[in-house]
């Protein structure tokens, strides 16, 4: 157990429809990663929140969006589904970014099944 | 554009070898290597990392070679057990913690 909480653990949606992902951080890390994982295209690399400001862009649609709340949590936001958006969706934290000399790693949720239809 | 490649999308090894994992990598800025674990159902785990200034690391019966002239890097787990079966992700960055990108992975299957 990572720690990581991520609800739900599987949603099934229509096109054209939104849905929002939640993510619980280890208590104490800041740092808040969000990804991607499609059969095609591995691991993916979306968006990462550190204490609430987001902090680095990877490829994330314009369609999806996330946030970081007070208390850490993070959502991602997917709007406007399409089939193709069907995939993996992990939540990462850390404690800080780029601190010299840690031994810093992501620690990965369970992640969301997401299966548009 | 990938930057992490691992070119194997699977590999067989017999219990007790020796398995090795590559990973290739193109942008000479990264500074930091990490291997992934992920067994079906669950979200990666973290295995071993190693930075651009060491060639080697070693964690148990896992060690992490870094050869920067190649930009290789590779995974031996020695000596493989069954437990071992898990997708393995190759991953890298240009700082500890900052943005990771990693490859698509390489599906070990420890043979009885």
């Known amino acids: 157990d990572s720690g990581v909480t991520q609800t739900p653990k599987h949603l099934i949606t229509a096109t054209g429809q939104r849905v929002t992902l939640r993510c619980s951080p280890r208590?104490?890390?800041?740092?808040v990663y969000w990804y991607q994982q499609s059969l095609d295209q591995g691991l993916q690399f979306l968006i990462q929140?550190?204490?609430?400001?987001?902090?680095a862009k990877g490829n994330i649609l314009e369609r999806f969006s996330a946030q970081q709340f007070p208390d850490l949590h993070s959502e991602l936001n997917l709007s406007s589904l399409e089939l193709g958006d069907s995939a993996l969706y992990f939540c990462?934290?850390?404690?800080?970014?780029?601190?010299?000399?840690?031994?810093?790693?992501?620690?990965f949720g369970p992640g969301t099944r997401l299966l548009v239809l | 554009d990938q930057q992490v490649k691992q070119n194997s999308p699977s590999l067989s090894v017999q219990e007790g070898r020796i398995s090795i994992l590559n990973c290739d990598y193109t942008?000479?800025?990264?500074?930091?290597f990490l291997w992934y674990k992920k067994y079906p159902a669950e979200g990666p785990t973290f295995l071993i990392s190693?930075?651009?200034?060491?060639d080697k690391n070693e964690d148990g019966r896992f060690t992490v070679f870094l050869n920067k002239s190649a930009k290789h890097l590779s995974l031996h787990i020695v000596p493989s057990q069954p437990g071992d079966s898990a997708v393995y992700f190759c991953?890298?960055?240009?700082?500890?913690?900052?943005?990771?990108?990693f490859g698509k992975g390489t599906r070990l299957h420890i043979l009885p």
């Open positions: 990462a934290s850390s404690a800080s970014p780029g601190l010299a000399g840690t031994q810093e790693t992501q620690y």
């Open positions: 208590s104490g890390d800041l740092s």
């Open positions: 929140y550190y204490n609430g400001e987001e902090r």
């Open positions: 942008n000479s800025m990264f500074d930091y």
């Open positions: 190693i930075s651009s200034i060491k």
């Open positions: 991953a890298a960055s240009r700082r500890r913690d900052d943005k990771i990108i």
